[in-house]
């Protein structure tokens, strides 16, 4: 039940307000995102086989029917807190409608990029990467969004939960920070379409920082064991599911495969249990080497230019410390989310 504390006739919520209704509100969020980000992935192979004809392609619809339906369930939720709170501005002073606030901001500047980017290809025709001034901003928008639900639903969540099954909370933030892992690995452009171009430094210098951001902010959100690892998993069957969509296109000669983060995430998650929740820095300084050496073992089963030992030591310190720092930032962000005071 949620509970609140009196300040003249106005009931201002604690966090716990939270409920059901905004958690389904989330969960429709959610869907836009994946749904968006398949509509990604598809216009990558579109712009690679077929060009692009018009703003008005196929893969379009779903990036833009995903981003509308993401705003109006973030409203959603924002309208429900505010009418359990009583006011906006009471709302608004809870990480709840705070959150739903930042997914609405989001979604605008994603928005935003659209015309830019039809203007954009007007003036410069088709872009041959990722790394356009327009798509930065629609990722940035996303992102913004992405974790800022995670904000809004994470203040359901609850300190020392000893349920064996995760609540509806928890399974809509694993959810969100696979989200959040997908947008981020997709800014690596054609490091994460062509699997040669991953190489041994500058692949992992960027792929980890990236990664570890959602993973351990994820783990120590959620405060469960696994919550890496499965944001890891969610990401890596979704990651296999758009593959197929290069496949079936033939879009590359080879496509590449999800980065291999189970290995790193597990290694988190173990590294939390293990400290009892307090070995942040020890999982931060594990998650680079663990990333590049399952990497490294993967690749040497592929008919790809492999890596080479000397070529793996020598960027494993540079990784190992970048690849941290994000970790260091993922668990800044996921303090900055908590309703805790």
Known sequence: MATSTRTGAAARPTDETVGLGAQAFGALGIFALFAGLLGVYWDVGYHATLGRESFWIPPHLPIYAGTALFFYA???GLLLTRRRAGSFRAALSTRAGQGFAVAILGSMVQVSAAPLD???HRLYGLDVTVWSPPHLMGLSGALVGTYGLACALGAGLRRGNRRKLPTVAETNVVLLFAAALALSTFAL?????RLEARDALFYPLLAGPLAAVPLVGA???VRRFGAATAVALVYTVFRLLAMQIFV???AFENPAPPILLLAPALAVDLTLLMTKGRGVLPAALLFGPALVFSEWGFRSFL???KWEPLEVVASLAVVTVAT???ALAGDRLQAMMRSEK
């Open 74 to 76: 973030s409203l959603g």
């Open 248 to 250: 079936g296109m033939d």
């Open 303 to 305: 008919a790809v230019p």
């Open 189 to 193: 452009g054609r490091l994460d379409f």
């Open 324 to 326: 941290a720092a994000g």
């Open 219 to 221: 783990a120590r959100l």
């Open 118 to 120: 039809d203007l954009w």
